[in-house]
């Protein structure tokens, strides 16, 4: 039985996330379908993560095995000429039996893109968060630091129960701007429901001056959701990196 690593990009916008659901199109559905077709066979994907409705991905991970002897190559083809033309494999190549795409990744980096500007960037509708206020960006670099690091980010999460260990982390946050455009970057060794969205919309909190950068260590002790910013819209935030 061969096991393969294959990473794709998509589009997240017509879809209700990436994993499989029964009343809805997902990434996971439309992707084992087209699999299937190739290898003359159902199959089953596993995936690297969960991605929300509209979120997108410029890398992601799926492993699946399989007892055809189809050149990856051929695969890769294969597979894209079935595809829809918002989701696309990149590579593919054959890997250990053990390998697992959600449980072998090692890391993962995010991108969130604002388009700040007064005016809607129509080419960019669901692809970045429009942004209209100014931003300062030296004031949000201050509040981001504090994130850097390994904390219990539950203030920084949504959905998450007692059982669910909420620390988690960060290894660089950074922010950059090119022209009207905003990057927000994240990487760590794992995140949580929401948790990236939430950091986002903490920073805009930030930019807002309804919290201080100060205020961000003390958000983190209380443990609390209500204390933290607002969930920054899903369409502006990527699957940019996964490290194995």
């Given at each position: 039985?061969r096991?393969?690593k294959?990473i794709?990009?998509y589009?997240g916008?017509a879809?209700h996330?990436?994993q499989r659901?029964?009343?809805?199109?997902t990434?996971?559905e439309?992707?084992?379908?087209?699999?299937?077709?190739?290898?003359n066979?159902?199959?089953?994907i596993?995936g690297?993560?969960r991605?929300d409705?509209?979120?997108?991905?410029r890398e992601?991970?799926f492993s699946?095995?399989?007892?055809?002897?189809i050149p990856?190559?051929?695969f890769?083809?294969g597979?894209?000429?079935y595809l829809p033309?918002?989701?696309t494999?990149?590579?593919?190549e054959d890997?250990s039996?053990?390998?697992?795409a959600?449980y072998?990744c090692?890391?993962?980096e995010?991108?969130?893109?604002i388009?700040n500007s007064?005016c809607?960037?129509p080419f960019?509708?669901d692809?970045q968060y429009?942004y209209?206020r100014?931003?300062?960006?030296?004031?949000?670099r201050?509040?981001?630091?504090?994130f850097?690091?390994?904390h219990d980010?539950?203030s920084?999460c949504?959905?998450?129960?007692?059982k669910?260990?909420t620390?988690?982390?960060?290894?660089?946050?950074?922010?950059?701007?090119?022209?009207d455009?905003v990057?927000?970057?994240?990487s760590?060794?794992?995140f949580?429901?929401?948790?990236?969205?939430?950091?986002?919309g903490?920073?805009l909190?930030?930019n807002e001056?309804?919290?201080?950068p100060?205020?961000?260590?003390e958000i983190?002790k209380?443990s609390?959701r209500?204390?933290?910013?607002k969930t920054?819209?899903?369409?502006?935030?990527?699957?940019n990196?996964?490290?194995y």
């Amino acid at each position: 039985m061969r096991n393969l690593k294959v990473i794709m990009a998509y589009r997240g916008t017509a879809y209700h996330g990436y994993q499989r659901q029964d009343n809805a199109v997902t990434v996971q559905e439309t992707v084992e379908k087209c699999v299937s077709r190739v290898l003359n066979t159902p199959t089953e994907i596993i995936g690297c993560s969960r991605t929300d409705t509209g979120v997108h991905a410029r890398e992601y991970c799926f492993s699946v095995k399989t007892d055809r002897e189809i050149p990856v190559r051929n695969f890769v083809r294969g597979v894209n000429g079935y595809l829809p033309s918002d989701i696309t494999l990149l590579s593919c190549e054959d890997v250990s039996e053990d390998f697992h795409a959600r449980y072998s990744c090692r890391g993962k980096e995010y991108i969130y893109l604002i388009h700040n500007s007064e005016c809607r960037n129509p080419f960019a509708e669901d692809l970045q968060y429009h942004y209209r206020r100014k931003m300062d960006l030296e004031l949000m670099r201050r509040a981001a630091e504090y994130f850097v690091g390994t904390h219990d980010f539950s203030s920084f999460c949504s959905q998450a129960s007692e059982k669910t260990n909420t620390v988690r982390t960060v290894n660089s946050l950074t922010i950059d701007k090119d022209g009207d455009l905003v990057t927000v970057t994240i990487s760590g060794d794992g995140f949580l429901y929401n948790m990236v969205r939430i950091i986002v919309g903490t920073l805009l909190w930030v930019n807002e001056g309804k919290i201080k950068p100060e205020d961000i260590p003390e958000i983190m002790k209380k443990s609390d959701r209500t204390c933290a910013g607002k969930t920054a819209q899903a369409h502006g935030l990527y699957l940019n990196r996964v490290f194995y």
